[in-house]
C-alpha cells in the first residue's frame, strides 16, 4: 500500500484534501472501499482531526468520498450531480461561465466525431433515429430533455473512448439540473427544431460526410450560446 506524506502547515485543509485524492488513486481504490479511520489519517498527515474532519466533509460535498457515521469513510462512486450543483451555482453568479461550458461541451462532442463515424454501426443509427422521433413526439418538457439528452449521450458513447463518454455525462447531468428552466409553451418549437437538427446530424454521419456532421453539430449546440 502506498503511503501519503505529512502535509506543510499552512492552507492544512486544501493540502489534505488533495493528499486525500492522491491516496485513493495512488493505491487504486474502487468505489465502496473502505478508508483509513480519522486516528489514521491524521496520523499519517500529522494533522488534527478537527483539520481532518473538515477536509473529508468537503471531500463528501462534491462526490468524492462517502463518510457513514459510526461505520467509517469510504471511496465514494463518481456522482456527478454534486459536482453539477456547485457549477450550475456558479453559472448562476457568472453568466459568462454558461458560455465557456457550451464552448467547452461543443469542443468535447464535435471533437469526437471522427472516432463515431470510425466506430457507429447499423444498430447506432437505428436508435439514434428512434430518439429522434421520440423527441419530435416528445409530449412533456421532461420527455423532451430526456431525448435530447440522449441522443447526445447515444452519439457520443459510439466514439468508444471512455473519456469522452464520462465527461459527455457530466455535461447530460448539467442538462437535467437546468431542466426546470425549459417551459411547456416553448417546448413545442425547442423540440421540433432540436429533432429536425439532430436528424439532420444524423443523416450527414450516416453519409459519412464528417465535415457537415461537425458544421452541423456545432451550429446546434451553438444555439444554447443565444438562449436557444
Do not use: W
Amino acid at each position: 500500500m502506498i503511503d501519503i506524506k505529512p502535509i506543510k502547515r499552512s492552507n492544512l485543509v486544501p493540502q489534505v484534501m488533495e493528499c486525500v485524492k492522491d491516496y485513493i488513486i495512488d493505491n487504486n481504490l474502487e468505489a465502496g472501499t473502505r478508508l483509513p479511520t480519522e486516528k489514521q489519517f491524521s496520523e499519517m498527515l500529522g494533522v488534527s482531526k478537527t483539520i481532518l474532519r473538515e477536509a473529508m466533509k468537503s471531500l463528501e460535498a462534491v462526490g468524492i468520498v462517502e463518510i457513514n457515521v459510526g461505520n467509517g469513510m469510504f471511496v465514494s462512486d463518481v456522482d456527478y450531480s454534486k459536482l453539477v450543483g456547485h457549477l450550475s451555482y456558479a453559472v448562476r453568479r457568472c453568466p459568462q461561465d454558461f458560455i465557456h461550458l457550451v464552448k467547452t461541451r461543443m469542443l468535447l462532442e464535435v471533437g469526437s466525431l471522427d472516432d463515431v463515424l470510425e466506430n457507429i454501426q447499423m444498430d447506432d443509427l437505428v436508435r439514434l433515429e428512434d430518439i429522434c422521433d421520440r423527441e419530435a413526439n416528445a409530449e412533456t418538457p421532461e420527455e423532451y430533455l430526456e431525448c435530447d439528452m440522449g441522443f447526445h449521450k447515444e452519439l457520443v458513447a459510439c466514439s468508444k473512448n471512455p473519456l469522452i463518454i464520462e465527461l459527455s455525462a457530466f455535461f447530460s447531468v448539467f442538462s437535467a439540473h437546468i431542466a426546470p428552466m425549459i417551459k411547456a409553451d416553448t417546448m413545442h418549437d425547442s423540440r421540433v427544431e432540436d429533432a429536425q437538427s439532430h436528424k439532420q446530424i444524423l443523416e450527414s454521419i450516416r453519409r459519412r460526410d464528417l465535415n457537415s456532421a461537425k458544421t452541423m453539430l456545432r451550429q446546434h449546440i451553438g444555439r444554447y450560446m443565444n438562449g436557444g
